[in-house]
């Protein structure tokens, strides 16, 4: 693995990589959003980044420091997510989507802290669907044309293999990358499940870290294979 790595196997290519979860507000004090520590991620972007890609993070809500040689931009909520990826994904050859991104976000947004009333009612809630980042850079021309390699990722409680092999498809990406176990936020470790056209492969239970340059490694073997 480590001389793999010194041989830089994304030499060249320009990552743009979503990571941690959305935070969707409610009112200047409240909001929704989803559990995610973004240590896989970031995992991600710093190995890519010792790979030799160029590397550009967009990141929800974490405490994490930025990897070395990593741009980051900072984002909380989905749309603004969106936003930044399609300002940074022209100039990018591989997509990999890892954050946790809020389904709904509420329909209204209150300028003002909603109070309680004394009466013991709670405030009536209704939501919208975010727009599906993935999906949109999938069935973009610049991926379509085989210019733009993009991964997903899926974190399912049930049935894994089967929801995540259906994830892929249905939001046209060649590879879906599955956590094992329900229980990865943040932890240290995890173990992951790569499903493609061919099939799929665990990444057996290891730190973050060393997912993440197999993981980097697994997309670089990708990218030179010829386009099936
Ligand atoms: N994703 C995204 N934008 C969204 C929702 C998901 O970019 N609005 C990305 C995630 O970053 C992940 C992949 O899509 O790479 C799968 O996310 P997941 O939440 O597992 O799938 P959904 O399509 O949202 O389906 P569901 O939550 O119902 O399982
Ligand atoms: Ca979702």
């Known amino acids: 693995l480590a001389a793999h790595f010194t041989a830089k196997c994304l030499r060249g290519q320009r990552l743009l990589i979503t990571a941690g979860p959305t935070f969707e507000a409610i009112d200047p004090v409240r909001g929704i959003t989803n559990l995610s520590s973004g240590k896989m991620g970031f995992a991600i972007a710093r190995a890519a980044r010792e790979a030799g890609a160029e590397v550009t993070l967009v990141a929800g809500p974490v405490h994490l420091p930025t990897p070395r ?13 969106q936003d930044a990826v399609q300002s940074q994904v022209s100039n990018a050859s591989i997509f990999i ?7 709904w976000r509420p329909a209204e947004f ?9 009466s013991g009612d709670v405030p009536a809630m209704s939501f919208v669907e975010n727009p599906d980042i993935l999906a949109g850079v999938a069935q ?4 379509k044309s085989g210019k733009l390699y993009c991964v997903g990722f899926a974190a399912e409680s049930h049935d894994l293999l089967r929801h995540a092999s259906a994830k892929r498809v249905r ?10 176990g329900p229980a990865t936020f943040g932890k240290d470790d995890n173990a992951l499940v790569l499903i493609d056209e061919d099939g799929s492969k665990e990444l057996p239970h290891a730190s973050k870290d060393v997912l993440a340059r197999q993981l980097v490694e697994e997309i670089a073997q990708r990218l030179t294979a010829p386009l099936g």
């Open 69 to 81: 040689g990593v741009t980051r931009l900072n984002v909380q909520s989905a749309r603004q997510m």
């Open 97 to 103: 989507a890892t954050a946790a991104v809020a389904d």
């Open 110 to 118: 209150s300028d003002q802290k909603i109070k309680k009333d004394g």
């Open 140 to 143: 973009s021309a610049q991926a």
């Open 171 to 180: 939001k046209g990406v060649p590879l879906l990358v599955g956590n094992i």
